[in-house]
């Protein structure tokens, strides 16, 4: 077929492309149907006026229409003139500029009138590839199901059915939205979610995007909806906010019951702070509080525990053979599931709060002072068989107890604000792992210079599901109480985030997401890293925190600055991004707090490079670890700085 202007004078979409794809000359209705100006389209790549999604599709139209004797057809979507747009079939096939021989590319709109259903199978095809669901609502108010994922059409059983039915197994708090996106006057809404109630599944999370189409030139418009299912998505959305919420439940608590006891001056405001809040915080039914006075009990309860149960142990010698006086002097707690196990383990005693009309109670004794230390007490809760702690709260238990202990050592020495507070932050600093295959690793924490505030500065290091090694450090903002209790939140809260989603970047972003949804008067900065010790890859990143130090044996060091984002608590819907480096064996990194680097006699810049260099001196000695940190913490002294310092030294060896 020779090309010529009668190709242009159809009065469907028209247009002559060179063989590489840009439009020679279009007809006024191709112009319509790109939604351009014509004078706009002409010299311009065909496939790029069309929508992303289908440039690949149109591409390889004119590549057939090009090559091919035979003639190439393709179902596109246009973007149109007006808010639809526009599905045809297209043709393409190779034609010939009488005037000048060139050989050219037609393409041109086909008549569908008679098969506009066929126009939907590209669509119908994609939807079911992308496990979705596809119908449409025709003007008489009829939704059609035209196919998609198999499990979703499974849930229509029905191919047709009115609108009106079809918003009516919609959650009547989620028809508004529905309506609203149904009815809108844009080419595409965005994805809606809702609760659907099906036949035979119950309720199903359903989420919809709205398009308005318009089947061939010239044709009808229609409204079709692309359906996902959600249900299992939203579940896990659901779980993650549970988990969120427990984290700051537990965060609440802490502080909560924290304060309370760093308010306490004395051994009576110490009991009341126990006896009002352990029960409730631990999830027990009662709690009863014993303290070691010249070798024996002094014994209160609260009203979850009759008092008749607790006159027995009032006055028992430390040194009597029960449950609760050998948990005093072990420091090893105990926990009962129930009366059966109580009387197997300590048939002989018959003094503990286990209520003989509840046989099913359960009761755990954890002690107020650890192993090897002088007995100060315990506190015993019971609680509903039914309903037993669970591992977590039996570890937060002990954790409240060693505050309660560290409290009461402080009231007995007369300093009770000052030295629980320290108490706090000392709990609140992680053990290290004994063991780190392939690596060494040391800590340093020196308090502020004039040994009254307590700040925020932590460290930590743990095994993760993945074999690798999370690293932490960070400042929470403050030097006061408040500011270790934001420190415990922020670590604790990271290793309960880390043992599920181990990447830094998103450790980082849901710890900033839980601060920022408590409300926090306070910030946190934090540089979190994971290392794998069996190449040496490590993935970091930071929120505000100062740089890390790469040292080398060479005596060389180099200032490490990762991908930041702002510190954690402030801004809401922040993502930290991550950068991957190699540690390479006999090389350190090392981790430090503002206080290590920077003063009033120092800038930053200066004070890390000071650092860098004597980690640097340290690994080209042949030095340790250990001896590393030492020498890294004993330049704090040239800072001049009062703020509380933090060093961690990790080797791979």
């Not at 009488?98 to 009138?113: K, M, Q, Y």
Request: glycine share 8%; proline share 6%.
């Amino acid at each position: 077929m020779d090309a010529s202007d009668e190709l242009l004078q159809m009065a469907t979409p028209s247009a002559l492309l060179t063989l590489d794809g840009v439009i020679r000359s279009l007809n006024a209705a191709m112009a319509t149907q790109l939604g351009r100006p014509r004078q706009q389209c002409a010299g311009a790549g065909f496939v790029d006026l069309l929508p992303e999604d289908q440039r690949m599709a149109a591409e390889g139209l004119l590549t057939h229409g090009a090559t091919a004797k035979s003639l190439a057809m393709r179902v596109l979507e246009f973007p149109g003139s007006d808010v639809a747009t526009v599905v045809c079939l297209v043709e393409a096939r190779a034609v010939t500029d009488p005037s000048t021989g060139e050989r050219l590319v037609w393409v041109h709109s086909l008549d569908a009138r008679r098969d506009r259903a066929g126009l939907l199978i590209p669509f119908q095809l994609a939807a079911k590839a992308a496990d979705l669901g596809l119908c449409m609502c025709s003007p008489d108010q009829q939704v059609e199901w035209l196919g998609g994922a198999p499990a979703l059409a499974a849930l229509f059983p029905q191919t047709s059915m009115p609108r009106s039915k079809m918003i009516s197994r919609v959650h009547p708090d989620d028809r508004k939205d529905v309506r609203r996106a149904v009815r809108t006057a844009a080419a595409q809404s965005p994805w809606v979610r809702s609760r659907f109630l099906t036949e035979h599944d119950g309720w199903r999370v359903l989420a919809g995007q709205v398009r308005r189409v318009r089947l061939g030139y010239g044709g009808p418009e229609r409204v079709f909806t692309v359906i996902r299912d959600d249900t299992r998505s939203e579940a896990r959305r659901q779980k993650t906010l549970a988990e969120a919420g427990a984290e700051r439940e537990r965060a609440d608590a802490i502080t909560a019951f924290s304060s309370a006891l760093f308010s306490a001056a004395t051994e009576q405001e110490l009991q009341q702070v126990v006896l009002a809040r352990l029960a409730a915080a631990v999830g027990g039914s009662g709690a009863l509080f014993a303290l070691v006075d010249e070798g024996r009990l002094r014994v209160a309860s609260d009203a979850g525990i009759p008092p008749w149960e607790v006159d027995a142990l009032l006055g028992l010698s430390l040194d009597d053979d029960g449950p609760l006086p050998s948990v005093m002097r072990t420091g090893q707690g105990q926990f009962f599931r129930d009366h059966e196990e109580l009387a197997r383990r300590w048939p002989d005693d018959d003094g503990l709060p286990l209520p003989r009309s509840a046989p099913g109670t359960a009761l755990s004794i954890t002690p107020l002072s650890p192993e090897g230390d002088r007995p100060l007490g315990a506190w015993v809760v019971t609680y509903d068989g039914e309903r037993p702690p669970s591992p977590e709260k039996l570890a937060f238990l002990t954790t409240l107890a060693d505050l309660a202990g560290q409290a009461l050592k402080a009231i007995r020495l007369q300093q009770a604000h000052v030295e629980l507070s320290m108490a706090l932050q000392e709990s609140m600093l992680p053990t290290l792992p004994h063991r780190l295959p392939g690596l060494e690793i040391a800590v340093r924490y020196r308090p502020s210079q004039d040994g009254l505030d307590v700040g925020g500065d932590w460290y930590d290091a743990f095994f993760l599901p993945d074999g690798a090694v999370a690293l932490e450090i960070g400042d929470a903002q403050g030097h006061d109480v408040d500011a270790a209790v934001l420190m415990g939140q922020v670590r604790s809260s990271m290793r309960a985030i880390a043992a599920h989603e181990p990447d830094p970047g998103t450790v980082l972003t849901r710890t900033n997401e839980l601060l920022v949804a408590m409300d926090s008067p306070r910030f946190a900065s934090c540089t979190m890293l994971h290392l794998d010790p069996r190449d040496g890859r490590v993935v970091g990143t930071t929120a505000g925190h100062v740089p890390l130090l790469h040292a080398r044996d060479d005596g060389s060091h180099t200032v490490r600055t990762l991908p930041a984002g702002p510190v954690l608590g402030i801004v809401p819907g922040t993502e930290y991004p991550e950068e991957t480096f190699t540690l390479e064996a006999g090389t350190a990194l090392v981790m430090v707090t503002d206080g290590v680097v920077e003063g009033p006699r120092l800038t930053l810049d200066a004070g890390l490079e000071r650092a860098g260099a004597l980690a640097g001196r340290a690994l080209r000695d042949r030095l340790g670890v250990e001896e590393t940190a030492d020498r890294v913490l004993d330049a704090v002294a040239g800072v001049d700085h009062l703020d509380d310092v933090a060093v961690l030294v990790i080797r791979r060896t």
